[in-house]
């Protein structure tokens, strides 16, 4: 990991939107910031959205503990009937899910946008 990616500060974004919430975090998702990134997930879960998608696009590094704690949420949307994807894997990352079986088990998309379009296709017009 480069001197400005160790820098990097942890952030975690999520938007609300017709019906769904996208998550954009930044920074490294390992030991040091998990906590912060649990209890933000369990706050969207609260009251959970029909899907939550979390971008991954500008995560520069993931521990295998941030990669658990991203199986744990999945869990935890499907005991509430909440869909989750996840998208922007780096070319590293998304390899790990492959060899692992992860993306098995997560639904993949490329970036937000195609996440997005995706999960509106699922849940249709609300009338």
Same mark, same amino acid.
Do not use: W
């Given at each position: 990991? &480069?001197?400005?990616?160790?820098?990097?500060?942890? !952030?975690? #974004?999520?938007? @609300?939107? *017709?019906?769904?919430?996208?998550?954009?975090? !930044?920074? &490294?998702? @390992?030991?040091? #910031? #998990?906590?912060? %990134? $649990? *209890?933000?997930?369990?706050?969207?879960?609260?009251?959970?959205?029909?899907?939550?998608?979390? *971008?991954? /696009?500008?995560?520069?590094? +993931? /521990?295998?503990?941030?990669?658990?704690?991203?199986?744990?949420?999945?869990?935890?949307?499907?005991?509430?009937?909440?869909?989750? &994807? +996840?998208?922007?894997?780096?070319?590293? !990352?998304?390899?790990?899910?492959?060899?692992?079986?992860? #993306?098995?088990?997560?639904?993949?998309?490329?970036?937000?946008?195609?996440?997005?379009? %995706? %999960?509106?296709?699922?849940?249709?017009? $609300?009338?």
């Amino acid at each position: 990991m &480069s001197q400005e990616q160790a820098v990097q500060a942890f !952030t975690f #974004n999520p938007k @609300s939107l *017709d019906g769904m919430v996208s998550v954009t975090m !930044t920074g &490294s998702l @390992s030991e040091d #910031n #998990n906590n912060k %990134a $649990k *209890d933000e997930f369990l706050k969207i879960l609260k009251d959970p959205p029909k899907k939550l998608v979390v *971008d991954l /696009s500008r995560i520069d590094y +993931i /521990s295998s503990s941030g990669i658990a704690l991203l199986v744990s949420i999945l869990c935890r949307c499907r005991q509430m009937n909440c869909a989750m &994807s +996840i998208c922007g894997l780096r070319t590293d !990352t998304h390899e790990l899910f492959r060899l692992t079986r992860l #993306n098995q088990v997560f639904e993949i998309f490329e970036n937000l946008a195609a996440a997005i379009k %995706a %999960a509106r296709q699922d849940t249709g017009p $609300k009338g």
